[in-house]
């Protein structure tokens, strides 16, 4: 066992325990390992939290107490998964290795990165509504920003910019229909500024983090709980539903180049749909409402540039697996991007109508 993790053990656990750990998951971020007992009936899910993203892991820790102890008054029922206490009683370990944190592993659940049937995408897109109908009366005065503009587009757009004048010339060169597809766009970025000036757009306990992975389901296939959240944070519902658009709807992950088959799922958009209105409507305003479909042009959108950005950068941020690899994912971005706005006015109606036969049912 590597020091490091005695060091962990000593914080956490029984001097007895013998313990197995297994890399865990498909985070990009944080590392995850999968840490059982030699009989498998003790598991637990370990996180070293990647503080050069996340500076102030404090932060994470303060709005995970804040919202488990709310929850936990008001919404007794509603599974949280909360990080375990070391023996002196912190919920986060810091150590000269990093920091970390550990907790329960929920028994009889996986996880997917691809949706495999519709029933998973109503199971999921239900989950993540419950969490914002949960979340609905706490005050997001009191969360912290784990993450400062997280999701805030026109940012990120004035990030790619910078990157552009930045990067090399031949990187510029390799991109050059991908750099032309995105500065299309821009009247994404143009909406997005909208909102944010609209006084009449609640800001929300959001999760930001939505994707498929971040589910766990029971052997049934029902939904139980939301997982990876170290980007609750106030934001726009655009978020959440956004991300679920952008990870629900393709039958091949991001990292996928066979690109004729990157399309989104009008089935899968009804189910999502349904599944989040189902825990969500009567919370969201008329105004939200409306901007249901935009949501996944925003999250797709978004997605593309900052693995544009990073890819003109020289991958700074994300992790690759070969050079090109950023490149590869804002053109699977690209694609769904287009694949969704050929949809969207389907896709809105869509909507409409499960808005309507919720009111008559
Ligand atoms: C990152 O670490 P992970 O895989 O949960 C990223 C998300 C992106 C996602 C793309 C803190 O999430 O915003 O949507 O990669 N998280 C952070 O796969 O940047
Ligand atoms: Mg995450």
Known sequence: MEPVFKEIKDAYLPEAFQWEMIPFGSGLINSTWKVQSADTSEQYILQKINTTIFKQPE????????????????EPEYHFVQPLPTKEGLTLFVSKTGTFRLQPFVKNTYTVDVVPNTSIAFEAARQFGLFNRVLHG??????????????????????????LVRATKSRIDVCRKEIRTLIQNEPIVATYRRIVLDKNMPLRVMHHDTKISNVLFNPAGKGVCVIDLDTIMPGYFISDVGDMCRTYLCALDENDT?????????????????????????????????????????????????????????????????????????????????SYQQKESHFQMIVEDILTEEKIG
């Open 59 to 74: 932060k994470i820790d303060q709005n995970l107490q804040q919202t488990g102890k709310y929850l936990a008054q008001k």
């Open 258 to 338: 066979r690109l004729q088959q990157v399309e989104v799922r009008e089935a899968y958009f009804t189910a999502l749909a349904k599944g989040y209105l189902s825990a969500m409507k009567n919370l969201l305003t008329e105004r939200e409402k409306g901007l249901f479909t935009y949501s996944g042009q925003f999250m797709i959108y978004m997605q593309a540039l900052r693995f544009l950005t990073d890819h003109l950068l020289g991958n700074p941020y994300y992790p690759v697996n070969h050079p090109l690899h950023n490149l590869e994912r804002t053109q699977n971005q690209l694609k769904l991007l287009k």
């Open 138 to 163: 706490f005050d997001v005065n009191l969360l912290q920003i784990t993450l400062p503009d997280f999701h805030n587009l026109s940012l990120r757009y004035n990030q790619f910019q910078q990157a």
